[in-house]
C-alpha cells in the first residue's frame, strides 16, 4: 500500500491508524496494514526506503496527529531505531494511544517506559521471520483489530479536537484575536467537548493541556459573552417594568435572555441525558430531563414559557427524552433506609419477609408489605459477608469472615456454627434445607448438615480464594467458583465432582445456577458476564457471553421462574436479560452507590437491591421494560432495513454481505430466522406486496455475475437470481400494488420486470454518466421516482412508461426516497441538510411542498402507515420525526452513538426501527400504557448529576431486639 498523503484521506475514516516500524521490519508492517486497510481502518505508514531527514520531521508528525492510535512494532531493530523512539516521544506528547504489538522479543528492562507499561501483543509465533504469515497470523491480526476498534468514538473525538486546539493555538500566537477567538468551542458542540472529558475511558489517553485549555477558553468566553448580553438585556429592559403591560412584555424578554444565557447549562443537561440514554440509565436520563422542565423560572413564567419553549429544539429533544425514558424508567415500590452500609440482603421462602446485613454487623427483618415493626438485632461484631433464609422460613442464616450464627426468629434465639472455615465470603441453604454451605479465602468449600448443625464436609475447591456459591433448584448439585476462573460442580448425593473447568476469566466473584439446572451464569469483577452449560460435556467450550456493557460486576442471579437473569454492577444499576432469548429486559437505575446485593422474590414478582448508601429498595418486576428493543445485526455495520408489509417479518441488510430475515413477535421483538450471502455490502431491499418473498441487492463490482436475488422470507430459500446489468445495483423497489420489479445501477439505467418469475427486464430508461442512487414506488403503482447522484429526481409515469415530471431542488445526491401512502407526497433527502416534501397533485413547477432542516443531511426517510407521521435519521447521529399535517416537529433523539438511518415503521404497531450503531438494530415502540413520568422520580439534580439517595425516606426508626445466643450443642469447649 502506498504512502498515503493526508490531503487524500478520508473526510470521516472509521479509525485512523499510524504504524510506526523499523525498516527491517518492513514486509511484517505491510502484511499487517494490508489486512488492517481491508478491515477498514484507515493506514497511515511511511514506505519511503530512505534515511530519515529533518525535512520529513513536519510530515511525521502530522501523520501522529492525525492518527486515532499509534501501532508500534517491538522489535530489537526499533527498539534501536533514533526515528522510531521519536516517534514514541511525540505519541506521547501528543497523548494518542498507544498499541504495541511484538515482532521479536525484547528484554523489559530494554523497552521504552512508554511501550513497557502496557500490555503487549505478541506476534511472535504468528510470523517466521524471513518466511512470511503462519497460518495463526490473521486470527492474531483480527485480535489486533478488536483491541484498535475498542473506545473508537473517544479516540475520533480526541483527534478531531486536538485538531481544533492546535489550530486555535496556532491563531493565537499570530495575535490574531479575532481568529483565535472564531475558533472557539461554543453551544451544543462545547457541552459536548466537556461531556467527552468526563466520559474518558479507563483504556484510553489522557487530553492533552492543549484541549483541556482550548475547552476551558470556550466555555470562558461563553459565560462571559453571556453575562455581557444579561447586562445589556436588563438597559434594554430597565425602564420598561413600571407599567403592567409594559411588564408582561418584559417578562416575555427577561425569559427569553435567561433561555439565551442559560443555552449552555440546558445543552450540557441534555447532552448528559443522552449520555444516560447511551448507556441504558433511563431512570437518570428522566430525571435530567424533568429537571428543565421543573425550573424554577419555568415555573413563574408557565403561561409564557408554555408559549415560547415549544418552538425550540431543545423542548422537543426534552420531551422526546421524557418519552424514550419514561418506557424504561422503574421507580421502587419500597425504600428502607438505614443510615450504614448494607451488604447483604435476602427473602424469606414464603416471601413475606426479606432481610438486610449490615457493616456494623446488624440484621434487619422486615415485612415486604411494610406492615408491623421491623427486627433489629445484633449479630455479629464484624461486618456481614452473608445471610440467607432457610426454605422453611425457621433459620436464618447470618455470616462475617470470621462466623456464621443461625437465628431462630419465631422463638428468639440463636447459636454460632462451630468448626469454621477461614475468612467467609459467602453462604447458601439448599433448596430442601438439609445442608447449609460456605465459601472461603482460604478457597475451601465447607457443608454443615443442618438436622445437627454439625461438620458434613469440607474441600480444598479452589488454588486461590473461594468467592461464589450457589445450589441447583432440585439441590442435587453445588457450583462453586474462584478469583483464579475455576468452576466446580459437585453432586450432593456423594459430593463427588460432577464438572470441574477453567472459564479463562480472571477474578470470578459470583455465580447462579439457573432454575432449570442445566446451565450456570458467572460474573467476574473485571466486568465479564458468562453463560456456561453445565450438562454438556465438555462445558469450557459451551460458554457463552452475556452481552453486558463495560462496567464491573458484583452479583448476578437468577429469578426464580428462571425467565430472568440479572446482574448488579459497581456503576449502581441491575441490568435484566431474558434467560431463553438473552434478549435485554431492562435496566434499574435507582441507586447512587454500588450495589452489593440483589435477590428475588420466590415468586419472581420482586427484585430487593441494597447499596453501600444503606439504602435498600424494594422494585415490581412486571414494570420492567427496555426503552428499546434491540437485536444485534451485522457485525460491522446495518445498512438497511424493512418492515414486510404484513409486519410479520424484518429483513435487514449490511456490510457483512448477509441479508438477514427476523420473524417479529407480538410484542415487536425481532427474532433471527435465517440468511442470504451477498458477494459485498447489501445495500437495498424490497418485499413483494403478499410479503412472501424479499429482493435483496449487493454493492458489488467484483461479482461477474452482479445479481439480484429474489428469496422466500420464510426459510432464505432463493427461488431467482437475476441479471442485474453492466454495473453494481444501487436501489432495488417492489411496485405495492403489484409485483413489478424496479432496479438501477451505477451505470445510470433504471430497468424493469413485471413480477413474473422468468420475465424478461428492459430498461426503462438510462442516465449518461450520471449514477441513480435510489428507487420509489408511489402507494399505488402509478408512478416511479427516480433519485440521481447529481441531485435529480424525476418521476416516470408506468402506465404511460414516460417522464412525468422533473423535481428540482436538491443540490447533492439523492440518498433516500418515501412515497406516503395517503395522497401524493413524496419526501426526499441526501447529503444537503434537508428534507424536500412534493405533493405531485399540484402543477407542474409547483409541487414542493416544504423544505424540513436535517443538520448533517438523511441516510434514509419513512412514512408511517397511515401517512401521518415522517421519519428521517441524520448523519449527525441523530432521528427526528414530523407530523404531515402541520409538518411540526415532534420528536428529536440526539442520543445512541452511531445513530443514522431510520429503517420503516411497523405497519400495524407503529414501532420505528432504527440503526443503532455499530450493527445494531433498534425498535422504538409507540408510548403506550402508564410509563414513568419525571414527576414519579424522586431525585436531586444538581448541575448534570443526579441523586436518588437524597431524596430517600426517612431513616428507619429502630428499636433493637433482644435475641438470646446460646452455644451450640455440637461445640467443644471454647468453640462458638
Not at 515482532?103 to 510470523?127: K, N, T
Not at 491480526?141 to 476498534?149: D, G, P, Q
Request: net charge negative; charged share 25%; hydrophobic share 40%.
Amino acid at each position: 500500500m502506498d504512502t498515503k498523503q493526508l490531503a487524500e484521506l478520508p473526510s470521516e475514516p472509521g479509525l485512523t491508524v499510524f504504524i510506526s516500524y523499523s525498516r527491517r521490519d518492513l514486509e511484517f508492517a505491510e502484511a499487517v496494514a494490508d489486512r488492517l486497510d481491508a478491515a477498514d481502518i484507515e493506514i497511515l505508514i511511511d514506505k519511503r526506503n530512505l534515511p530519515y531527514g529533518e525535512e520529513w520531521k513536519a510530515e511525521l508528525l502530522q501523520f501522529i496527529r492525525s492518527s486515532d492510535t499509534v501501532l508500534f512494532v517491538v522489535s530489537p531493530h526499533s527498539i534501536a531505531s533514533e526515528w522510531c523512539n521519536w516517534e514514541l516521544e511525540h505519541t506521547k506528547r501528543e497523548s494518542k494511544r498507544l498499541v504495541p504489538i511484538v515482532l521479536e522479543p525484547v528484554e523489559v528492562d530494554g523497552l521504552p517506559s512508554a511501550v513497557a507499561d502496557i500490555h503487549l501483543l505478541s506476534f511472535e509465533d504468528h510470523w517466521r521471520l524471513g518466511g512470511g504469515a503462519s497460518e495463526t497470523f490473521d486470527e492474531t491480526v483480527e485480535m489486533l483489530r478488536s483491541i484498535l476498534l475498542t473506545n473508537i468514538d473517544w479516540l475520533r473525538e480526541h483527534t478531531r479536537l486536538g485538531d481544533l486546539a492546535r489550530r486555535w493555538n496556532e491563531a493565537r500566537a499570530r495575535d490574531k484575536a479575532g481568529a483565535a477567538e472564531a475558533r472557539l468551542l461554543r453551544g451544543e458542540v462545547l457541552a459536548e467537548a466537556e461531556l467527552w472529558i468526563s466520559k474518558r475511558p479507563r483504556e484510553a489517553p489522557e487530553p492533552t493541556a492543549e484541549q483541556r485549555q482550548f475547552i476551558l477558553a470556550s466555555r470562558q468566553h461563553e459565560q462571559a459573552a453571556a453575562k455581557l448580553e444579561t447586562r445589556r438585556a436588563r438597559r434594554r429592559t430597565g425602564l420598561a417594568i413600571a407599567a403592567a403591560a409594559v411588564l408582561a412584555v418584559s417578562t416575555v424578554a427577561v425569559f427569553s435572555l435567561y433561555v439565551q444565557s442559560n443555552h449552555n447549562l440546558v445543552l450540557a443537561l441534555l447532552t448528559k441525558a443522552d449520555q444516560y440514554l447511551a448507556e441504558e440509565r433511563p431512570t437518570k436520563a428522566l430525571a435530567v430531563a424533568g429537571s428543565m422542565l421543573a425550573s424554577p423560572l419555568a415555573g413563574a413564567v408557565k403561561n409564557i414559557a408554555a408559549v415560547f419553549m415549544p418552538a425550540s429544539e431543545e423542548h422537543i429533544r426534552t420531551e422526546t427524552i421524557i418519552q424514550v425514558a419514561g418506557v424504561g424508567s422503574m421507580v421502587p415500590s419500597r425504600i428502607v433506609h438505614v443510615p450504614q452500609s448494607s451488604k447483604r440482603v435476602a427473602f424469606s421462602g414464603d416471601g413475606v419477609h426479606f432481610a438486610v446485613g449490615y457493616r456494623s454487623g446488624h440484621v434487619m427483618v422486615d415485612r415486604v408489605d411494610g406492615s408491623g415493626t421491623p427486627r433489629w438485632f445484633k449479630a455479629h461484631n464484624l461486618r456481614l459477608v452473608g445471610i440467607a433464609f432457610g426454605p422453611d422460613g425457621k433459620w436464618l442464616a447470618s455470616a462475617t469472615q470470621e462466623g456464621i450464627v443461625v437465628w431462630n426468629l419465631s422463638e428468639g434465639k440463636a447459636f454460632p456454627i462451630c468448626d469454621l472455615p477461614g475468612d467467609i465470603r459467602e453462604i447458601s441453604f439448599s433448596p430442601s434445607g438439609a445442608y447449609l454451605a460456605a465459601v472461603s479465602y482460604d478457597g475451601r468449600l465447607t457443608v454443615w448438615q443442618t438436622t445437627d448443625w454439625t461438620l458434613l464436609r469440607s474441600f480444598d475447591e479452589h488454588d486461590g480464594k473461594s468467592t461464589g456459591i450457589s445450589f441447583s433448584p432440585t439441590g442435587n448439585l453445588v457450583v462453586t467458583v474462584g478469583d483464579s476462573g475455576k468452576v466446580v460442580v459437585r453432586n450432593t448425593s456423594d459430593w463427588s465432582v460432577f464438572r470441574s473447568f477453567e472459564t479463562g476469566r480472571s477474578d470470578l466473584i459470583s455465580v447462579a445456577f439457573a432454575p432449570d439446572g442445566k446451565e450456570i451464569t458467572t460474573a467476574s469483577i473485571n466486568g465479564e458476564v458468562d453463560i456456561w452449560n453445565v450438562a454438556s460435556a465438555d462445558p469450557a467450550l459451551a460458554g457463552r457471553p452475556l452481552p453486558v456493557p463495560e462496567a464491573k460486576r458484583w452479583k448476578v442471579r437468577y429469578s426464580p421462574d428462571g425467565r430472568r437473569i440479572a446482574v448488579a454492577s459497581w456503576d449502581g444499576t441491575v441490568r435484566v436479560w431474558d434467560t431463553e432469548t438473552l434478549d435485554y429486559a431492562g435496566t434499574i437505575d435507582g441507586h447512587d452507590h454500588w450495589i452489593v446485593d440483589l435477590a428475588f422474590s420466590p415468586d419472581s414478582s420482586m427484585l430487593l437491591t441494597a447499596s453501600e448508601s444503606g439504602i435498600a429498595r424494594l422494585w415490581e418486576m412486571n414494570g420492567l421494560r427496555p426503552m428499546f428493543f434491540a437485536v444485534k445485526d451485522d457485525p460491522r455495520e446495518t445498512l438497511i432495513g424493512r418492515y414486510s408489509p404484513d409486519g410479520n417479518v424484518f429483513v435487514s441488510g449490511g456490510r457483512e454481505g448477509i441479508a438477514r430475515a427476523y420473524s417479529v413477535d407480538a410484542d415487536g421483538r425481532l427474532t433471527f430466522i435465517c440468511g442470504v450471502q451477498h458477494p459485498a455490502w447489501v445495500n437495498s431491499l424490497g418485499f413483494t406486496a403478499d410479503s412472501r418473498y424479499v429482493v435483496t441487492a449487493a454493492t458489488s463490482d467484483q461479482d461477474p455475475s452482479n445479481r439480484i436475488r429474489v428469496w422466500s422470507a420464510r426459510d432464505c430459500r432463493v427461488s431467482e437470481e437475476l441479471e442485474a446489468g453492466p454495473d453494481y445495483v444501487t436501489s432495488v423497489a417492489v411496485d405495492p400494488a403489484s409485483a413489478v420489479l424496479a432496479w438501477s445501477n451505477y451505470a445510470g439505467e433504471v430497468w424493469i420486470r413485471n413480477g413474473s418469475a422468468g420475465a424478461r427486464a428492459r430498461v426503462l430508461t438510462k442516465y449518461v454518466g450520471v449514477a441513480v442512487t435510489r428507487l420509489a414506488f408511489s402507494t399505488g403503482g402509478t408512478y416511479l421516482a427516480i433519485g440521481r447522484r447529481n441531485g435529480g429526481l424525476e418521476i416516470w409515469n408506468l402506465a404511460q412508461g414516460e417522464r412525468h415530471r422533473t423535481l428540482t431542488g436538491h443540490t447533492q445526491v439523492v440518498l433516500t426516497l418515501d412515497f406516503s401512502p395517503v395522497g401524493d407526497l413524496l419526501a426526499s433527502g441526501g447529503p444537503d441538510h434537508q428534507i424536500l416534501i412534493w405533493d405531485l397533485s399540484r402543477p407542474p413547477g409547483q409541487e414542493l411542498l416544504n423544505s424540513l432542516a436535517v443538520r448533517g443531511g438523511t441516510n434514509d426517510l419513512a412514512f408511517n402507515s397511515d401517512g401521518t407521521l415522517l421519519a428521517a435519521g441524520s448523519d449527525a447521529s441523530y432521528i427526528v420525526m414530523w407530523t404531515v399535517a402541520d409538518w411540526e416537529k415532534v420528536f428529536h433523539l440526539h442520543a445512541l452513538v452511531g445513530v443514522r438511518s431510520v429503517f420503516g415503521f411497523h405497519p400495524s404497531r407503529g414501532d420505528l426501527a432504527f440503526d443503532g450503531g455499530g450493527g445494531l438494530i433498534r425498535v422504538l415502540q409507540p408510548r403506550s400504557g402508564q410509563p414513568v413520568t419525571p414527576d414519579d422520580v424522586k431525585a436531586v439534580v444538581t448541575g448534570t448529576d443526579v441523586s436518588f439517595d437524597q431524596m430517600s425516606v426517612q431513616p428507619v426508626q429502630l428499636k433493637e431486639t433482644s435475641i438470646e445466643i446460646t452455644k451450640s450443642p455440637t461445640c467443644g469447649p471454647g468453640d462458638g
